[in-house]
C-alpha cells in the first residue's frame, strides 16, 4: 500500500477551527489533493493544495498519523485515536489499442505500411489517462523494416492533469491478402450469386494457393463439388454453370431463315450455357451439334 507524502505549504498554525472529521473515502478528479478531499468542514483552508493526487486510476491511503500533522498544521480542530485513515481514488481511463493504433498506422504509412496491413502489438498494456480528460497521441520516431514486418515507435501521450507520457512501442505489421470463402453451403453446379459468398482479409503468408481473390472471379460461376460454410474457394473448382444434364430430354430448335422447328432430343453429355453440346434427335436417331440455351433448350444451326 502506497503512502501519499505531502508537502505542506502551510507551516503555521492557524487559529482554532471547527470540529472536523476525515472523509474515510474520496474521489479526486484534479490533479492535486485538496485540505477539503480529506475534512468535511475543512473551513476557509479548504483548497490548500497538499500535494500531487494519485495516478488515474490509482488509489492512495492516507493514514491517521498523516492525518494528524496536517490537521495541526492547518489548524483544524481534529485529533487522531490512532485508526482513521482516508483512501483517496482518482477516476481513470485505459487508453484504447484502437486510438493507439490509429495514431500509430498514421505514422507507419509514411515508412510503407499499406492500408490493409494488420498491425500486431504483442504485449500492449494500455496506459491510463484522467477519465475527462482531452487526450493528444503523437507517435515519434516510427521505423518499419517493409522485409521483416517488424516497426518500433514511440508514443507520446499528452493529456491535463498528468505529465506528458512515453511509451516505447514495437511488433509486426502483417501484409494482409483477400480471400473468397462460401457464406452459407454451396452446392455443386449452382451459379453463385454475390450473397453467396464473402471477402476476408488473411496474412498473405497464408493464402491458400489458387484461392479465388476477386468476387468476379466467382460470381455466375458453378463449383465442380460442394463447398461449406466459411470454405476458402479455389479457381480450380470453378467452371461455367450447367445449362443441359447429361441424359436429359431437350427440345431442339432448328432455326432456318423465316421459320424455327422444334423437336425432342437427349443431350449426350453436359454443358454450359452457350457450350457445346452432342444431341439426339428421338425421331430421327441422328446426332448432332446443338448450343445449350438452359431451361431445357438447346439450338440448332440448321436442319438435319
Known sequence: MRILLFAFLLLAPAAQAEQVAPRHFAVVSDAVVRLSDLFDHAGPRADTVLGPAPAPGARLVVEAAQLQAIARTNGLAWRSVGAERVVLERPGRALSREEVLVALRTALRSQGLDEED?????????????????????????????????????????AEGIPTQRLRLAGRAVRMAPMLVAARRLPAGEAIRPGDVRVIRVPASRLRPGAAQAMETVVGQALRRPAAAEQPLLVSDLARPVAVERGQTVTMLYEIPGMTLTALGRAMDSAPRGGAVPVMNLSSRAVVQAEALGGGRVRVGGAR
Not at 516510427?142 to 501521450?157: K, N
Open 118 to 158: 494488420e498491425v500486431e502489438l504483442p504485449g500492449f498494456s494500455p496506459p491510463m489517462v484522467p477519465e475527462q480528460a482531452f487526450v493528444q497521441l503523437a507517435v515519434e520516431g516510427a521505423v518499419l523494416d517493409p522485409a521483416a514486418g517488424r516497426f518500433a515507435a514511440t508514443l507520446a501521450i499528452v
